[in-house]
């Protein structure tokens, strides 16, 4: 029978299935069609549990969103032509933020390119503007390498998306198992070489005491760090480091968490302060683009000394740094540590800026604290966030992992949302993409099975996503998302009189949806638990069912819809 077993055949979907298995995927996500149906089933038959979406799109941010998570490369498979195309969003959305990602898709028979094949289109080129390596298997036997050195280039350097295309005639090709297992094991073979050579990194000795000189000496120094240092797991050396020398600390966005929100040094509140007074910056796996105001005057003090450390030397080319550090986070923040060893810089009893930061964090956090603590009904965004809030911390630990997008509800969820552990917060990310919602639960859910995953979502942000809902109930994942329902994006109509003339003055406002939407009953629809809240009570009801339940759960929150601001908190950019 072992004899039988090694001459049968399998064809370019199992071998593709088997080749992910045995180079360490366990999730794939994606969307099955021609042709590549039996290579989700074969992926799954070797282990590799195949996720299955209703649109590419929130696939790939699923994708994306797992890299971070774990990582190791998310993997999103897409049916050829359309289907890639909209694969593309997620292909891109882990390249602009860095995240490892494989994109894997079927494409037309080679024989037929060019005579307008079904499905047709050139799909290297149309994934290579957004992809670090894009690669095409001409036969089956070529498959376990590609593989293997695909999901290899993800990680690499700064993380980021690649893609492999496997035409369908490809898929259909045949080999025995013991070719398949010989061709598997050489590239396993092949690629454990390549990353057992020693990376060549320039020494970063002299670098590591210079950064400790300039902290050292500094007298507003500043620690920063952002989703580099998260993906790179440094919490504990960023820790330590914050710790041991008593520096003020920021997090980006999804840096929160790699040291606590709660901590006495979070400078979060203070922000303004603590990057327009900083003398030197330690900047941290986080880019200095427009989430940190480029690093330049008025936000930032022009004579401020960057310290940046970035696994990707082309980012301290770019950014002309004071001092560039190229390196892992975690080993360059480990070797900081050692050379400051324990010499406190801070720490004193009554340092002036250490001073000044908790001060201003104290006002501005009672500030907001006497915001918060009121209840309004109708609905503004501060109220129901407080809730979620204290609902997600009386979560304790593993602290629940909050997936957020929307202009309001995101920016105001920013403040108010606690994040204790690390890589507990997805968001629109470096490019504000909004869709994201649902794939991100998705992904979070079966890459943390020991997490509640809760999304906080506005109306707009959901409604991309939305029918990856059913997705949630086929899978029966523990997640619960909360749609912040005003009505539309920012809100009821906020055009002005000038923009009321004209044909079509008596259409709906490009930003406004069907007023008091059922959200819930979308998911009701599927057979999952949906909530309607229009008063605190009725929040704090739902939240504690659903998070008990850890079952799929639509909490639809009516929000007033003159609560939010035009684009949030980005007003200067519409
Ligand atoms: P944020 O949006 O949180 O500011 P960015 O995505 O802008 O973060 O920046 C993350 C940076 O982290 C990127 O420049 C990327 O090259 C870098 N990075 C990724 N992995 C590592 C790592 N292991 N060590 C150091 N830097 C890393």
Redesign the pocket.
């Given at each position: 029978a072992a004899e039988t077993a090694l001459t049968a055949k399998v064809d370019g979907s199992a071998v593709a299935g088997l080749a992910l298995a045995a180079a360490g995927s366990r999730h794939m996500f994606g969307v099955v069609g021609i042709p590549v149906t039996s290579l989700a089933s074969r992926a799954a038959a070797a282990g590799v549990r195949f996720l299955a979406f209703r649109n590419e799109q929130s696939a790939g941010y699923a994708a994306a969103a797992y890299g971070f998570l774990t990582g190791t490369p998310g993997l999103l498979l897409t049916v050829s032509g359309p289907g890639c195309v909209h694969g593309l969003a997620g292909l891109s959305h882990a390249t602009a933020?860095?995240w490892p990602l494989l994109m894997v898709s079927g494409s037309c028979a080679q024989s037929d390119v060019g005579r307008g094949d079904f499905q047709e289109l050139d799909q290297i080129a149309a994934t290579k503007p957004f992809a670090k390596l894009t690669v095409k298997a001409p036969s089956i036997v070529d498959i376990p390498r590609l593989v293997f050195q695909a999901l290899a280039a993800t990680v690499a350097g700064?993380?980021g998306g690649c893609y492999l295309d496997i035409p369908s005639d490809v898929l259909h090709q045949t080999l025995t198992q013991s070719e398949a297992d010989a061709l598997i094991a050489a590239a396993a073979a092949d690629s454990a070489a390549s990353s057992s050579a020693p990376p060549k990194h320039k020494s970063l000795d002299e670098g590591i005491v210079k950064a400790a000189e300039l902290l050292h000496r500094a007298e507003r120094p500043l620690v920063v760090f952002?989703?580099?240092?998260a993906?790179?797991r440094a919490e504990e050396t960023i820790q330590k480091l914050v710790d041991t020398t008593g520096i003020p600390f920021l997090p980006?966005?999804?840096?929160k968490g790699v040291v606590p929100d709660s901590h006495p040094l979070s400078a979060t509140a203070a922000r303004s302060l603590a990057i327009g007074q900083c003398d030197v910056a330690l900047i941290?796996?986080?880019?200095l683009?427009w989430?940190?105001h480029f690093g330049e005057p008025p936000k930032w003090s022009k004579d401020v000394k960057f310290i940046l450390?970035?696994?990707?030397e082309d980012?301290i080319e770019l950014r002309k740094p004071h001092l560039g550090l190229v390196?892992?986070?975690?080993r360059v923040v480990e070797l900081i540590n050692r050379e400051i060893k324990d010499q406190p810089f801070c720490l004193a009893r009554s340092h002036p800026w250490v001073d000044a930061i908790t001060k201003k964090s104290k006002d501005n956090v009672l500030k907001m604290e006497a915001q918060l603590a009121k209840d309004v009904v109708p609905f503004n965004f501060m109220t129901p966030l407080r809730i979620i809030r204290d609902a997600i911390l009386a979560e304790g630990s593993p602290a629940p992992i909050v997936v957020s997008e929307g202009a309001n509800t995101m920016d105001v969820g920013r403040a108010v949302l606690v994040q204790n552990e690390p890589r507990t917060r997805l968001d629109a990310?470096?490019w504000g993409t909004m869709g994201v919602g649902l794939g991100y639960c998705i992904a979070a859910a079966v890459a943390e099975p020991k997490r509640l995953v809760v999304a906080v979502e506005g109306d707009s942000g959901f409604g991309f996503s939305a029918m990856e809902v059913e997705t949630l109930v086929r899978y029966q994942l523990p997640v619960v998302v909360i749609v912040f329902n005003n009505n539309g994006v920012y809100g009821g109509d906020r055009r002005s009189p000038e923009e009321l003339t004209g044909p079509y003055k008596d259409d709906p406002a490009p930003t406004s949806f069907v007023p008091a939407a059922g959200y819930h009953k979308m998911m009701e629809a599927f057979g999952g638990k949906g909530y309607l809240a229009e008063t605190p009570d009725e929040l704090k009801s739902a939240l504690l069912e659903s998070f008990r339940a850890r079952k799929p759960a639509v909490i639809n929150v009516i929000i007033d819809p003159y609560a939010g601001a035009e684009s949030g908190r980005m007003q200067h950019k519409n």
């Open positions: 933020n860095a700064r993380p952002g989703k580099g240092a993906y790179a980006t966005p999804m840096g941290v796996g986080a880019r683009n989430l940190l450390v970035d696994v990707n980012e390196g892992d986070a975690k990310g470096t």
